[in-house]
């Protein structure tokens, strides 16, 4: 399952994303990020600190980039361009926050035939959107 959102988010935006990699860890479902901070770090940190496989898809080429809470660095080398990779790794998507990175990651997801969530993050046509983690993770999982 991904999890993306900005690396600037708020901290109540923060707080939920610790929440839905927590909730996802605790049903053995593994985390895949875009590795850095903000909404990667917090749920990265909520997997791993319930024993969940945590995976970060990063922008550079330095694994040693990964926020401390990312198991799996993958340095991809490519930038923006890593958002299509971190999409097509998962099953379904949650986003929290917004960023244009967020949102091209909910364009690439919806075009994939992905299902994509939607908490405290952008109205898109075709995203589910929930008001709290533990709804963000039953809709993902639905």
Same mark, same amino acid.
């Given at each position: ?43 990265? !940190? ?9 995976? &970060?898809? +990063?922008?550079? =080429?330095? /694994?040693? $980039? #990964? ?47 992905? !299902? ?9 046509? &075709?995203? +589910?959107?929930? =008001?709290? /983690?533990? $709804? #963000? ?6």
């Amino acid at each position: 399952m991904a999890v993306i959102g900005p690396h600037d988010a708020a901290e109540e935006q923060q707080a939920a994303a610790y929440e839905v990699g927590r909730l996802l860890a605790l049903q053995g479902i593994d985390v895949f990020t875009g590795g850095l901070g903000g909404v990667m770090a917090a749920a990265s !940190r909520g997997a791993a600190e319930a024993g969940g496989l945590t995976v &970060g898809i +990063l922008p550079g =080429s330095d /694994p040693a $980039e #990964a926020n401390p809470y990312v198991r799996l660095p993958i340095a991809t080398g490519m930038g923006e361009a890593r958002n299509l990779i971190l999409v097509r790794s998962a099953d379904a998507v949650i986003a929290v926050g917004k960023g244009y990175g967020t949102l091209s990651e909910i364009a690439f997801a919806l075009r994939l035939g992905k !299902r994509v969530v939607l908490l405290d993050s952008w109205e898109v046509e &075709g995203g +589910l959107k929930v =008001s709290v /983690p533990q $709804e #963000a993770v039953a809709q993902a999982l639905g």
